[in-house]
């Protein structure tokens, strides 16, 4: 009999996917913490390095013993230790922020399709770095004024029941309805905030990129990033709402890449999932009926754009295959 049962599919899915972010997310900090010039930047950034660094090796081991080859994820070959810093100050830890909010989202979902007990403690331990990881990245950028809190609004003096229907009509110039409420600014909110690193990010990648699609895909990313704070802003200014300010770095002169073509086309592959998947969260917990249909227009752009990058990527030979039935 074997000490445990075999690995299922959704299991062996998990843990190969988890692989490629790892070993991509660890290239990425390669870079950052040899151009970090801020000594706390440059200890959050180590620290999780270090955290995380045994866990491919770690995910490698538990495939090879059940016969499955690992996948090859991100090695040397995909980061330029020797490029000039590509991105200024501050920037470094707003990335990783948004790197640790995906990685937060993908293990409590990797947890809800693991039974085996090695991997759910696995997905439990990465998900206590990502925590403390991320709750780091916030307290610097606030404390360095690169980060923007949400908006106040007047506390509630009693607890409400919605009493019409016309709750759930949108902002319109014929009819006076009614302002975004707390749950719906602030899926707004982070709408906005997470594509304007992603702005800088792609812009970023654009400069750099090798290859002719590539570049042109980065650049579509940056319009498309750009048209959906605007879009989003443009709602919470309608209800005299403050916005996020975009003070959270700058893409610098380089052209010298410090990544390969295909790890930056898998980064925005993995910012597009995510964006997908917190945008249909936000879409299901809107009541104002205007903000699900521009939310769906938003949420098809950004995938029919992810989808054209997956082509580039199988084009080029970037795009591992994972397991199959």
Same mark, same amino acid.
């Given at each position: 009999?074997?000490?445990?049962?075999?690995?299922?599919?959704?299991?062996?899915?998990?843990?190969?996917?988890?692989?490629?972010?790892?070993?991509?997310?660890?290239?990425?900090?390669?870079?950052?913490?040899?151009?970090?010039?801020?000594?706390? #930047?440059?200890?959050?950034?180590?620290?999780?390095?270090?955290?995380?660094?045994?866990?491919?090796?770690?995910?490698?081991?538990?495939?090879?013993?059940?016969? @499955? *080859?690992? /996948?090859?994820?991100?090695? @040397?070959?995909?980061?330029?230790?020797?490029?000039?810093?590509?991105?200024?100050?501050?920037?470094?830890?707003?990335?990783?922020?948004?790197?640790?909010?995906?990685?937060?989202?993908?293990?409590?979902?990797?947890?809800?399709? %693991?039974?085996?007990?090695?991997?759910?403690?696995?997905?439990?331990?990465?998900?206590?770095?990502?925590? !403390?990881?991320? +709750?780091?990245?916030?307290?610097?950028?606030?404390?360095?004024? =690169?980060?923007?809190?949400?908006?106040?609004?007047?506390? /509630?003096?009693?607890?409400?029941?919605?009493?019409?229907?016309?709750?759930?009509?949108?902002?319109?110039?014929?009819?006076?309805? !009614?302002?975004?409420?707390?749950?719906?600014?602030?899926?707004?909110?982070?709408?906005?905030? %997470?594509?304007?690193?992603?702005?800088?990010?792609?812009?970023?990648?654009?400069?750099?990129?090798?290859?002719? $699609? #590539? !570049?042109?895909?980065?650049?579509?990313?940056?319009?498309? +990033?750009?048209?959906?704070?605007?879009?989003?802003?443009?709602?919470? !200014?309608?209800?005299?709402?403050?916005?996020?300010?975009?003070?959270?770095?700058?893409?610098?002169?380089?052209?010298?890449?410090?990544?390969?073509?295909?790890?930056?086309?898998?980064?925005?592959?993995?910012?597009?999932?995510?964006?997908?998947?917190?945008? %249909?969260?936000?879409? *299901?917990?809107?009541?104002?009926?205007?903000?699900?249909?521009?939310?769906?227009?938003? =949420?098809? $752009?950004?995938?029919?754009?992810?989808? $054209?990058?997956?082509?580039?990527?199988?084009?080029?030979?970037?795009?591992?295959?994972?397991?199959? %039935?």
């Amino acid at each position: 009999m074997p000490d445990q049962p075999a690995l299922t599919s959704s299991e062996l899915g998990v843990l190969w996917i988890t692989y490629q972010q790892k070993t991509m997310v660890k290239r990425i900090l390669e870079h950052l913490i040899k151009h970090a010039d801020d000594a706390e #930047a440059e200890a959050i950034l180590k620290n999780l390095y270090n955290d995380i660094s045994p866990y491919p090796e770690r995910i490698k081991d538990m495939l090879v013993k059940e016969g @499955a *080859a690992p /996948p090859i994820g991100f090695t @040397a070959e995909d980061v330029n230790l020797e490029a000039p810093k590509l991105f200024d100050n501050g920037f470094d830890i707003s990335f990783v922020r948004i790197l640790k909010e995906i990685s937060m989202g993908m293990h409590t979902l990797n947890i809800t399709m %693991s039974y085996r007990e090695d991997v759910i403690v696995l997905f439990q331990e990465l998900t206590i770095i990502t925590q !403390r990881c991320y +709750a780091k990245c916030t307290a610097y950028l606030l404390e360095k004024g =690169l980060l923007s809190r949400a908006p106040f609004v007047p506390m /509630p003096k009693t607890a409400e029941f919605i009493k019409s229907t016309s709750y759930l009509g949108g902002l319109t110039p014929i009819s006076k309805t !009614r302002h975004l409420n707390t749950v719906e600014i602030s899926n707004l909110f982070h709408g906005i905030e %997470s594509n304007i690193t992603g702005i800088i990010m792609v812009r970023g990648f654009a400069q750099v990129a090798q290859e002719k $699609d #590539a !570049r042109e895909f980065f650049e579509r990313g940056s319009k498309i +990033a750009k048209d959906i704070v605007d879009d989003l802003s443009e709602i919470m !200014r309608k209800s005299k709402l403050q916005i996020p300010i975009g003070t959270n770095g700058n893409v610098s002169d380089s052209k010298t890449s410090p990544f390969s073509d295909k790890l930056m086309m898998y980064c925005v592959s993995l910012f597009c999932s995510f964006s997908v998947g917190s945008g %249909s969260i936000g879409t *299901a917990f809107s009541l104002r009926n205007d903000l699900p249909a521009k939310m769906m227009l938003i =949420l098809e $752009d950004i995938f029919n754009y992810g989808h $054209d990058g997956a082509k580039i990527m199988i084009k080029h030979g970037w795009m591992e295959e994972p397991p199959k %039935s």
